[in-house]
């Protein structure tokens, strides 16, 4: 027998040693151990996100779902298509995750969910069945509704502007919960017999995720609560005035909890079963805490519509320029609350969907930017995009959409870059108002005197688009390395719930800004001038033309 030299051996165990150290899946396997999911679960599609401690995305996975159009005005969702969605998205996400060499199961420590605002569920207790579909934010059928209350409440329009911030507009869930019980029948027997349960797409898919029928758990959070026209800002709880006033039962309605503490923990039958949801937020707000953004700082994320935040501190800020007072975060239950400025704006993104499926003028959201950037202007066309009436800063449910200045000469192109247009337009609407009621003291400028708009969303991709809204504004745009600031808001409530990080880091970190694209304006005053009183007079001529429908 040979004895073999004990230097081979060593040789032959370093070998050993380095194959194992150089595989980049056992490397992944033993360094990261640490994660946060969130679920974001929008207005057109649901995606599942999964972050390593560092907030690097490392699996992801994103569905579309249907969009129900019943009359003029309507737009509906299958609550149960949604959850669907959610279980695939968790599912795909998982397996992209794991066959990329993480231990998602063993290292997933929470997960946060941020969620379309307004739309609304109402369910059987019992069966957990929808009892009509979701009414989506947008839709505009309770405008009936609205213009009722405004004729009969001492208040008028502004009459719950005290207690929750919020106008009577379509655009809130309360007028929606309003239209159920007065129009359908299972919702009206279901109430009395206390087997109803209403809530906020939230709500629905906690309740859900947690049990359903089983012991599911009924709640929203103060962001989301704050949007349903119900909630008193100043107690965090459902104002017991408003709800007398309107009839609405406070049986159906969910506890209201902060946006960053353990809700509950995933129930069997669901994919991550035993992790805790700990993290709830509105996407707006869940966007808001992705941009990190501190008293005085505000950020635009462009989905569907378009949505401005200022953070405003502690303390509620009332408008008088057309804007809407709101919760931003409370990021625990003992947390303090921040509060909001907020310019609501209906379609954005929404419109380049409406080029490309109704017009055929595009086939894909992508195109619409090398379609505009072959010209150099719209040539006069001026679009504005009211399809279900105007909000902030206008509210005018009477408005209808328009293209005028047109001419033989007006192109795809010319109509391309007119809708993008008015995705801008609208924002500078917005935070002209926004300046006004916040003033000098309520806004953070950087040293060269300019009020920086933090920028977020798909739409955020088209770099014509941001220029644009540079050019208008006459102030930069900064859109930050990761634009899916609204998943990763959701993620950062859950992971301070749980201890994976804390506040004061992520706010000190923020969004670096060495790593974002910042675009500066090129216009001059007079041209920006001369834009803006255009399109001043094409959103005056919306106004009155839903009354032509017939």
Known sequence: MKVIPSCFILVLLFLISSSKTNNPEKKKMSKEQTFIASIDQGTTSTRFFIYDKSARIIGSHHAEFTQFYPEAGWVEHDPMEILESVRSCMTKALDKATADGYNVDSGLKAIGLTNQRETVVVWSKSTGSPLYNAIVWMDVRTSSICRKLEKELPGGRTHFVESCGLPLSTYFSAVKLLWLMENKEEVRAAIKKGDALFGTIDTWLIWNLTGGVNGGIHVTDVSNASRTMLMNLKTLDWDKETLKTLGIPAEILPKIVSNAEVIGKIAKGWPLFGVPIAGCLGDQHAAMVGQACRRGEAKCTYGTGAFILLNTGTAPVKSTHGLLTTLAFKLGPKAQTNYA??????????????????????????????????????????????????????????????????????????????????????????????????????????????????????????????????????????????????????????????????????????????????????????????????????????????????
């Open 341 to 550: 400025l907020e310019g609501s704006i209906a379609i954005a993104g929404a419109a380049v969907q409406w080029l490309r499926d109704s017009l055929g003028i595009i086939s894909s959201a992508s195109e619409i930017e090398s379609l505009a950037s072959k010209v150099d202007c719209t040539g006069g066309v001026y679009f504005v995009p009211a399809f279900n009436g105007l909000f902030a800063p206008w509210w005018r449910d009477d408005a209808r959409g328009i293209r005028i200045g047109i001419t033989r000469f007006t192109s795809k192109s010319h109509i391309a870059r007119a809708v993008l247009e008015s995705m801008c337009f609208q924002v500078k609407d917005v935070l002209d108002s926004m300046h006004k009621d916040a003033g000098e003291k309520g806004e953070v400028k950087n040293e060269k005197g300019e009020f920086l708009l933090r920028v977020d969303g798909g739409a955020t991709v088209n770099n014509l688009l941001m220029q644009i809204q540079a050019d208008l504004l006459g102030s930069s745009v900064v859109r930050p390395a990761d634009i899916e600031t609204t998943a990763l808001g959701a993620a950062y409530a859950a992971g301070m719930a749980v201890g994976v990080w804390k506040e004061e880091e992520l706010f000190a970190l923020g969004q670096n800004i060495k790593t974002a694209s910042i675009f500066s304006p090129k216009s001059s005053v007079e041209w920006r001038k001369k834009k803006v009183d255009s399109w001043c007079k094409a959103v005056e001529r919306t106004f009155g033309l839903a009354d032509l429908e017939m």
